[in-house]
């Protein structure tokens, strides 16, 4: 589905990331030029080789940030074929890329964002910022903003018919706070809700909780160049899976 270009303002991911390759990039051009006078041409090339490496990686991680997400996201939502009456729910929404995108789909559906408004996640990050985004976009009447922690939502059981995240779980540092974000998803969808997880790292350990927890249709798939966060390394896996039908199916 061809959808109209953003009007909403929607910052840099991880700000500090795309600063810090902009300054090795940077650095690296400069000590090429200290050692190739000093040590000789040699060492000066391969300085500048990894400068090449780290401007390539800042290209990309714009990239992704600025363009390859809001691709990539248009075209999982396209899959998801919302029917336009669903409860969505976006772990991590920040400034709305992936949340405002949702709430286009849907007619007499909700788009339920939830954050801890973090600019060390997002430049600009503040619940403000997204409703300003959703007004541009045109859905405010469809989305409802929240303040809370993934490992403890806000909500009560089977409130959502779709769960998204984009990039956001892996902010949680420890493994079992972030098996309980997966944990916390899983309960606020309805029996056979969908769950659609984007993140850069512990796709396996997500692929594994859900598994444990009786999710059906548990896959992983890589995203592709589009959001390779500076190079291949740090690409983007999806995650994708069905509550069971019966509840108590799932684990404890």
Not at 157 to 163: A, P, Q, R
């Amino acid at each position: 589905m061809t959808r109209a270009a953003r009007r909403g303002s929607y910052g840099v991911d991880a700000p500090y990331v795309l600063f810090g390759l902009a300054c090795g990039a940077v650095g690296l051009v400069f000590a090429g030029i200290g050692v190739g006078i000093g040590f000789g041409a040699p060492l000066a090339a391969v300085c500048y080789v990894l400068a090449a490496v780290m401007a390539v990686g800042f290209a990309l991680y714009l990239n992704a940030t600025r363009r390859g997400k809001f691709q990539v996201w248009s075209e999982i939502l396209d899959e998801v074929a919302l029917r336009g009456d669903e409860r969505l729910l976006d772990l991590g929404c920040g400034r709305g890329a992936v949340l405002l995108m949702a709430a286009e789909r849907l007619t007499t559906g909700r788009a339920v964002g939830v954050d801890l408004w973090r600019t060390v996640d997002q430049s600009g990050n503040a619940m403000d910022v997204t409703e300003r985004n959703s007004v541009a976009e045109g859905v405010r009447d469809r989305v409802e903003l929240r303040t809370g922690d993934m490992t403890e939502l806000p909500f009560g059981d089977g409130e959502f018919d779709v769960v998204v995240s984009n990039v956001a779980v892996h902010n949680i540092k420890s493994a079992e706070g972030r098996a309980r974000a997966i944990d916390e998803a899983v309960r606020v969808l309805r029996p056979g809700g969908r769950l659609f997880i984007a993140d850069i790292v512990a796709a396996a350990d997500y692929r594994r909780r859900l598994t444990e927890l009786g999710a059906a249709d548990v896959e992983t798939r890589p995203l592709g160049w589009r959001m390779w966060w500076g190079g291949p390394w740090m690409g983007t896996r999806l995650v994708t899976a069905a509550k069971a039908d019966d509840p108590g199916a799932s684990a404890p």
